[in-house]
């Protein structure tokens, strides 16, 4: 498959999301840089989010749509980067936002900082778009050893330059949770650092049934990404999992 070097494949799994799908459609529509690819990969939804996407795929040819039985969004987002022809590779969940010039702001910052990997500030949204926490500003600089204590790139900011290592893919073993965590831990130890757009460029929506507010859930998914995912010793696994608490407990603190 041809890869396009202006393009950019954004993936975007779909899993019951008809509610915000339209915004978050929309959102990519308006991008003030046009030469996009969305990919939405409907990953076995029981709700009309999928006739949605294809509506939407009828009026614009850069909008696809794919279908597969429910193996969770790691599944979905590597079935999209397969069927991806860009050069750049960005992951947008079906209920976030982008700020219209988000792709433009992060394609100059990849450019200005002739890196591979970048990230940005964003909000946090309730359903109905109120802003509930202070924004989330990530470092101007991200190393592996950062992400090893907590993940400073909101999957909704991420962009990748496959061009110099080529596409990489998410870990199934994770299924929906951690796997965009271990994504970026995996580009990052290729191209050893990501830089972060001090802007805000997008809003993350956090609802009432998100497993950000659970952390509780994420303890075990979390504690394997260190034993499983990066092969770390059982006693540095469980002190990176104490420093991830511990800022897990200060990012989603209220104001």
């Excluded at 929309?26 to 999928?50: C, F, H, L, P, R």
């Excluded at 900011?157 to 496959?162: H, P, S, V």
């Excluded at 092969?231 to 209220?254: Q, V």
Aim: hydrophobic content about 35%; some cysteine; proline content about 3%.
């Amino acid at each position: 498959m041809e890869m396009n070097e202006q393009l950019v494949s954004i993936i975007t799994p779909l899993y019951n999301g008809e509610r915000f799908l339209s915004a978050t459609i929309d959102s990519v529509i308006a991008q003030t840089y046009k030469e996009w690819e969305m990919i939405i990969i409907n990953d076995g939804s029981k709700d009309g989010g999928e006739s949605i996407a294809r509506a939407y795929a009828e009026k614009d040819s850069r909008i696809k749509v794919l279908s597969q039985p429910n193996r969770g969004s790691a599944a979905a987002r590597n079935n999209g980067i397969r069927m991806a022809t860009g050069r750049y590779i960005a992951l947008l969940d079906a209920d976030d936002l982008w700020e219209p010039d988000f792709l433009e702001q992060q394609l100059r910052l990849l450019k200005e900082k002739k890196c591979q990997l970048v990230c940005g500030a964003y909000k946090r949204i309730d359903e109905y778009g109120k802003e509930i926490l202070k924004p989330f500003v990530p470092p101007i600089s991200v190393t592996y050893n950062d992400m090893l204590y907590t993940n400073s790139i909101g999957c909704l900011t991420g962009l990748y330059d496959t061009l110099p290592y080529g596409k990489i893919y998410l870990n199934e073993n994770f299924r929906s949770l951690r796997d965009d965590h271990i994504f970026w831990l995996d580009i990052i130890k290729k191209c050893h650092i990501a830089y972060g757009n001090q802007n805000i460029v997008a809003s993350y929506r956090i609802s009432s049934t998100s497993t950000t507010y659970n952390k509780r859930k994420m303890i075990v998914p979390q504690f394997r990404l260190y034993r499983e995912a990066e092969k770390l010793s059982f006693i540095k696994s469980c002190f990176y999992l104490c420093c991830w608490a511990l800022n897990g407990f200060l990012k989603y603190r209220k104001k």
